[in-house]
């Protein structure tokens, strides 16, 4: 189930992202590109990824914090 989530999140941040290119790319080349809309598409997507990576390191830890904090 947390795969499907997760698959579904990027794809709909890549389509965000492509988006977002393609809108930029329209732009006139004398104008700078804006890039706070993809920070606001990756911090998330970021941070996801980082806590289930801390997750999968720490899972044992956790799994006997959680264990020993229910008795």
Same mark, same amino acid.
């Given at each position: 189930m947390a795969v499907i989530s997760i698959t579904s999140i990027l794809i709909t941040s890549g389509f965000e992202i492509n988006?977002?290119?393609?809108?930029?790319?329209?732009?006139?080349?004398?104008?700078q590109l804006d890039f706070t809309d993809l920070? @606001?598409? =990756?911090?998330? @997507?970021? =941070?996801?990824?980082y806590t289930l990576k801390l997750f999968i390191i720490f899972r044992e830890q956790i799994i006997d914090f959680i264990k020993g904090f229910m008795r």
């Open positions: 988006k977002f290119v393609s809108k930029g790319l329209s732009k006139p080349m004398n104008t920070f @606001i598409i =990756l911090t998330p @997507i970021l =941070l996801i990824m």
